[in-house]
């Protein structure tokens, strides 16, 4: 399946742009249903598939039926376990809720400058947010936006204004080695690191400037952008949900971080406040049903989070029942046999399965498979199966016998 770029390179022709703002839109309540019965085969293919010997370990499963409005079959569905990755579902549709389909990050160049012959004279900004994958080659672009305006030399300052202003640093419960900080976008790397790429960028285009014009500072006002890239949620959830990326989920945590609390200066404070929204989500949208649920980081590398295969499936009824939120779901999670987490599942089924897997293979095995796919008697069914205390390749079998028996078919 091929991945549409959804980032927006935008120079601006005469050192002017509008704003864009960016909105969510929230669906309708589903109607009533009639009374849909549930496919009694699919019951016994998934009682068959429960009964069969299993390697030991904790074991849960749960399966709804979104077009009848009833569950389907329910083993230890309450029994919280580690999630794993699975916590990317809540995460991302907690960010779904708060920011709304059309959400973007913006970065770029500002000036308040003219250019007379080849210098420009007056101030460079470079203001960045949050965007997770904002790199190196990134802020050439806008260098270089410059040097194709006939620049070679500007007199004022180049301001560098961040939102972040540390690097990221590890939760205190992942385990060393768990998270490559390289992987991370440049934002995320530290002031120094944004810097470093800012001076070598202006010069890899032969602007001249000194060190000294270069300060850590906002945006002053009266700027307006030269040069602005637009980096779409999707493209963040494609990355997150689709190859499970740690630092896209980690990156989105910080994001409502700041948006519920735009005066959070340190990581520490938007994580925490990240996982504020992600609480009252639950609480307002979902409402507690005294599932034990535990959640430390938005990524699932902390082995204290805890879920239970009954709240992972009414995360995504809430997500069925919207559907902008339904539709980006579909668009970014891993399809079976394509791309993503999903890709190794059985010919028979390529295409059929959509899902997020989840998992840690440290301290003790956890694995879970969680998503959507449509029923043979055509009924739309989500599914979420978790295991612990269990070899991951064992419960990764599991995943693969469920998904046959969700679709009665052979490997």
């Not at 913006?106 to 949050?130: C, E, P, V, W």
């Not at 602007?207 to 890239?229: C, E, N, S, W």
């Not at 637009?230 to 409502?256: C, E, G, K, Y």
């Not at 190794?344 to 390529?350: A, G, Q």
């Amino acid at each position: 399946m091929k991945t549409i770029s959804r980032v927006t390179y935008i120079a601006v022709a005469a050192f002017a742009i509008v704003a864009m703002a960016a909105c969510g839109s929230k669906g309708k309540a589903p109607e009533k249903k009639k009374d849909i019965k549930v496919d009694t085969a699919l019951q016994s293919r998934l009682q068959k598939f429960v009964d069969k010997p299993r390697p030991q370990g904790d074991f849960g499963l749960y399966v709804y039926d979104l077009t009848a409005g009833k569950p389907v079959i329910d083993v230890a569905g309450h029994h919280s376990q580690p999630s794993a990755s699975s916590i990317k579902l809540l995460t991302g549709t907690a960010a779904l809720n708060q920011l709304g389909n059309d959400f973007q990050y913006h970065s770029g160049m500002l000036t308040n400058a003219r250019i007379q012959g080849d210098t420009l004279r007056g101030d460079i900004s470079f203001k960045g947010d949050l965007d997770p994958q904002l790199q190196a080659f990134d802020i050439e672009r806008m260098a270089k936006e410059f040097r194709n305006r006939g620049v070679k030399a500007f007199t004022g300052k180049l301001y560098v204004d961040l939102l972040l202003h540390e690097p990221i640093t590890a939760e205190e419960h992942w385990f060393p080695g768990d998270l490559a900080f390289s992987k991370y976008g440049i934002l995320y790397r530290g002031p120094e690191t944004v810097v470093k790429a800012l001076k070598q960028a202006f010069r890899k285009y032969g602007i001249k400037f000194d060190d000294k014009q270069v300060t850590m500072a906002p945006t002053p006002k009266g700027f307006h952008y030269i040069f602005r890239l637009n980096r779409h949620l999707d493209m963040v959830l494609q990355r997150m949900w689709n190859f499970s990326a740690n630092t896209q989920a980690t990156s989105l945590l910080i994001t409502m971080g700041h948006r519920s609390n735009p005066k959070a200066t340190t990581i520490g404070d938007m994580e925490a406040a990240g996982i504020g929204v992600m609480k009252a989500f639950m609480d307002k949208q979902l409402k507690p049903d005294g599932d034990t649920i535990v959640i430390h980081d938005g990524c699932g590398l902390c082995h204290y989070n805890s879920i239970t295969p009954y709240y992972l499936c009414k995360i995504l009824r809430y997500g069925y029942n919207r559907k902008p939120i339904y539709d980006m779901l579909m668009k970014c999670m891993s399809v079976s046999g394509y791309a993503g987490t999903l890709l190794h599942m059985p010919k028979s089924i390529k295409g059929r399965i959509h899902g997020k897997t989840g998992t840690l293979s440290h301290p003790f095995g956890i694995s879970s498979l969680t998503g959507f796919c449509r029923g043979t008697d055509g009924h739309v069914l989500c599914y979420a199966l978790m295991d612990s205390n269990m070899s991951v390749l064992d419960a990764r079998v599991l995943q693969k016998e469920l998904c046959l028996a969700l679709l009665n078919a052979k490997e």
